[in-house]
């Protein structure tokens, strides 16, 4: 029986734990809300991610973490577009750029990261491929799983508390009388602060400052918490339909109503 | 046949079902089912999955329909479907059980996300030698000052009517204020 199935069913966190029991080899192809994640694995064992269309390659991945500068990467995109990772790793160690350590372990924390971000994923449809593995070129990892479930298991159960305490992201923050003064806040928080706004939603605020809707919920709770902003309905975000509320459109007649309710629930 | 209808929500066990009981001059039409998972169970045996609906006839052109939801979280799709066309909403909270209070704090901003209409709280079941005080219920659910939050006692026929009649006359302020 093949393995696919919706997120809302089965979680990233439970997938990972069957795949891990089962010591599966393949790769776990998840069709997100806007985007697709690959999850390669080698007999239980993470070996290789991908996040929609985010360069991903070795040196993409070593640019990020300051282990070779910005001109060094466009001279690697440059020249050395044709070749594999592991013939530009093997480039770059005996040039002595970076040691093999270095390689590894930046592979393994780009890789953990995208499994991290599938964590906050409930929409979605996932199918396990037996037969498709790593891609030949790109340098593969061999990473248990268990630490990175354990992780998975304690972000789900704060998105889930986060997503009781902010259930929208459709709604917008405004200031409450709390003055911002004497408060300290981080870079992120300062990020956020700066776009409190009736006419933003948070939805809007997460995607301007690239935040995930883990972090916007989790900056947000903590504001909230703090008494310093609250939640309200956006400005220009259209009222629903509610065309029943009253059997007349009339204001007097509509008026005339509630007076009657009033009236029979005070006698009842 | 002129029909209105309001909606009362609540987190699991608040006392929703009652207050309806309370007023309703129908025999409450209630969806229950038993409960299945075992902490729920310890705290009451049957719970509204659909909705509950009571009526109150003010004369033979005019029903007021009061539509009880779910209160259990998986049953959460009924919501907006229920809050179609509201006049307003109250928020029952149970005032002896606060582990229940960040869900009532929850529910209360999905229902004003569906819709802007005017909404109450009632602290449920202040009748109860351990229920927590009406200004300390206000400050944990974070409510401002503006914000109803009223004693109630589901089983208190007065108090319903209480609840009722702050909830209609905020509707008729919210129309008189023009907004």
């Known amino acids: 029986m093949a393995l696919r199935g919706n997120l809302r069913d089965f979680t990233i966190t439970q997938l990972l734990n069957l795949i891990n029991l089962a010591s599966k080899t393949g790769t776990l192809v998840v069709d997100g809300a806007s985007e697709q994640a690959l999850i390669s694995f080698r007999e239980g064992k993470l070996a290789y991610a991908r996040i929609g269309r985010e360069d991903g390659s070795l040196a993409a991945v070593l640019h990020k973490a300051n282990k070779i500068n910005a001109n060094q990467y466009r001279a690697i995109a440059d020249r050395a577009g044709q070749m594999t990772d592991k013939e530009l790793g093997l480039l770059l160690i005996n040039a002595g750029y970076v040691s093999q350590d270095d390689i590894l372990l930046n592979l393994q924390g780009y890789f953990t990261d995208v499994v991290r971000r599938l964590f906050t994923w409930v929409e979605g449809v996932f199918r396990f491929e037996n037969d498709m593995l790593p891609p030949d070129d790109r340098i593969n990892v061999r990473l248990d799983l268990e630490n990175i479930i354990i992780e998975g298991s304690r972000q789900l159960r704060e998105l889930e508390q986060l997503q009781d305490e902010i259930p929208s992201l459709d709604m917008a923050l405004k200031f409450t009388d709390r003055p911002l003064t004497n408060v300290n806040l981080s870079v992120d928080e300062w990020k956020v602060v700066k776009f409190v706004d009736p006419k933003n939603t948070m939805r809007q605020i997460a995607s301007t400052n690239k935040l995930t809707e883990i972090e916007v919920r989790r900056i947000v709770y903590g504001l909230l918490q703090a008494g310093l902003v609250e939640l309200v309905r956006p400005l220009n975000a259209p009222t629903p339909p509610n065309p029943k509320m009253f059997p007349t459109q009339d204001k007097e007649e509509q008026k005339s109503l509630i007076n009657k309710l009033i009236g029979r629930i005070r006698t009842m | ?179």
Not at chain 2, 50 to 59: C, E, K, L, N, S
Not at chain 2, 130 to 156: H, Q
Request: glycine content about 4%; charged content about 25%.
């Open chain 2, 1 to 179: 046949m002129q029909t209105v209808k309001m909606v009362v929500t609540g987190p699991f066990s608040a006392g929703k079902t009652q207050f309806i009981q309370s007023v309703s001059e129908i025999d409450v039409v209630a969806t229950e089912r038993k409960i299945s998972s075992d902490e729920e169970r310890s705290v009451k045996n049957a719970t509204t999955v659909a909705m509950d609906f009571g009526r109150i006839t003010v004369d033979e052109d005019l029903v007021l329909y009061l539509f009880g939801t779910p209160g259990q979280k998986r049953f959460d799709f009924m919501w907006e479907i229920l809050s179609e066309g509201m006049l307003g909403f109250i928020v029952m909270v149970d005032s002896t059980r606060p582990e229940t209070f960040r869900e009532a704090r929850s529910i209360l901003e999905t229902f004003r996300a569906y819709a802007p209409t005017p909404f109450v709280v009632a602290a449920n079941k202040q009748d109860m030698e351990d229920a927590w005080e009406i200004e300390d219920v206000r400050n944990a659910l974070r409510l401002d000052k503006s914000t109803k939050l009223l004693p109630c006692t589901a089983t208190n026929r007065d108090t319903v009517k209480t609840v009722l009649l702050e909830l209609l006359y905020s509707i008729l302020h919210e129309m008189e204020s023009g907004k």
